[in-house]
């Protein structure tokens, strides 16, 4: 994901790479670490924003304005060790969810310290479940949606799952039953390419990144077999990147040589996908540098469509929706949502909602310029304080914050909400689909990856993905 400035009116959004769980243990930390460092770390190193309201393209922020990523969590484990009671009972499961709760909290006002209460379990996997109904202490429940346009069939309600392997303790077939669980209709499977640099013109399997077309075809039998339908999202990660360089800056020095390379990864998925009943393939994702290359892309859609006989799209980052010259060679339009939603550690609920109703404006322009269906491919928050300013930034490790991201959710789903009310079955809609990033991880109120599971947030996903 970029951090690119855009022209536009009074919001300001930056995307960056979004994490897979960063805190998992063994080889499965490895393998992750090394995921992320050639692939969302891109992000990171991209020029920055000013501030509010989306500014004219080109520029970043001054040298420095990303704030580095600290060099330990021990204030933040310290915080944890203050907030976990009953550390002497490892035997024992998670609290009930009841008791997380924010303290002497208003529905329009600032957050009070966060109080988190569980004990811990010997099983990893073993994390709170929040019902469509709760809600931090001191706010009433988000109403359930509203029959109609939500109800109808046409808008996707997914999630994400990174291919880097099975966690200790928590396999795939686990993660797509809770996914399942929530109401969710489809599941995004994220495959890794990679690339040695920018200027290379081989796409090529990572030895430790890139999953075994064994282990993906199993996957996605184990997605549709929990009942979910299944998009095949493949990214490229960059091994070695200077300064600024990320998949979104492209430039390989024999582009001949390049194209026929990434044809060649993107139809092996293809095939994939139409062998193991694949609903959404994905031709590739923030290739912001060649997204002017209409012939070829458009030459590579048409072999894809040869193999693959479901619907197709392409992830755009949202400050370049406009550059992509190949829409109409797509069913379904893709771009991230990483929005900047506010700059205060702890900001309310209707900021969070206002931040969210510009956004989702200028969505439904980008629905009618597209011509098409659009989803959101990726929207995530790390459950960390100030999450919500910087929510592409994987690299932050702050104290961990359920509710913010709880808070971040909510917002989009009540705009959302009241958007779809009017609506009826059949009706335009001015989003088709959301893919919440990112599911994988073991979770829980203390974890501060994006991880919605056992988590407040996963409340909002059950309210508005089961409708209940």
């Not at 095939?271 to 912001?288: K, N, P, T």
């Not at 790390?382 to 999450?387: E, F, M, N, T, Y």
């Amino acid at each position: 994901m970029a951090l690119e400035r855009s022209s536009g009116g009074r919001l300001r959004w930056a995307i960056a790479a979004a994490a897979l769980c960063a805190l998992a243990v063994g080889i499965y930390a490895l393998q992750v670490g090394l995921a992320e460092g050639g692939d969302r770390a891109e992000g990171a190193d991209q020029p920055g924003r000013q501030g509010p309201g989306l500014q004219s393209h080109g520029g970043g922020a001054p040298e420095g304005a990303r704030p580095e990523p600290a060099d330990d969590l021990s204030e933040g484990d310290d915080l944890i060790d203050r907030l976990i009671e009953g550390f002497e009972q490892p035997d024992q499961r998670y609290l009930d969810a009841g008791e997380l709760a924010v303290e002497g909290a208003q529905e329009g006002g600032a957050l009070a310290p966060l109080k988190i209460e569980r004990v811990r379990s010997e099983d990893p996997a073993a994390v709170p479940r929040f019902e469509p109904g709760w809600s931090p202490r001191g706010f009433k429940a988000p109403e359930a949606p509203s029959e109609g346009a939500f109800a109808d069939g046409r808008f996707i309600k997914g999630a994400a799952v990174g291919l880097y392997g099975d966690l200790p303790g928590l396999d795939h077939g686990t993660l797509f039953k809770e996914i399942k669980g929530l109401g969710a209709t489809h599941v995004s499977l994220v495959i890794s390419g990679s690339m040695a640099n920018v200027r290379a013109v081989e796409v090529r399997a990572h030895p430790v990144e890139t999953a075994q077309d064994a282990d993906v075809r199993r996957w996605i039998r184990q997605a549709r077999e929990a009942g979910l339908s299944v998009m095949l999202f493949p990214i490229l990660n960059i091994e070695r990147r200077r300064a600024g360089e990320w998949r979104g800056k492209l430039a390989p020095s024999d582009p001949d040589r390049w194209w026929s390379s990434y044809g060649k990864f993107i139809l092996r998925y293809a095939d994939i996908a139409q062998q193991e009943g694949v609903d959404i393939f994905s031709v590739g994702s923030e290739l912001l540098s060649l997204e002017g290359e209409q012939a070829r892309w458009s030459a590579l859609i048409k072999e894809v469509r040869g193999r693959f006989k479901g619907r197709l799209t392409y992830s755009a980052n949202w400050d370049h929706f406009d550059h992509v010259t190949f829409w109409e060679d797509l069913d379904v339009a893709g771009m991230t949502g990483y929005f900047e939603l506010a700059y205060s550690e702890r900001p309310t609920l209707p900021e969070l909602k206002e931040t969210w109703a510009g956004a989702v404006d200028v969505i439904a322009t980008y629905v009618e310029r597209a011509g098409r269906p659009l989803i959101l491919t990726e929207v995530g928050y790390p459950s960390q304080v100030g999450a919500a300013a910087h929510p592409w930034d994987y690299t932050r490790r702050q104290s961990p914050d359920p509710v913010l991201q709880y808070l971040s959710f909510r917002a989009m789903y009540e705009v959302y909400r009241e958007r779809f009310a009017s609506l009826k079955p059949g009706d335009s809609l001015p989003l088709h689909g959301v893919f919440v990033w990112n599911w994988v991880g073991y979770g829980g109120p203390d974890d501060i990856t994006y991880t919605v599971r056992g988590k407040p947030a996963e409340a909002i996903l059950r309210r508005w993905f089961s409708g209940l």
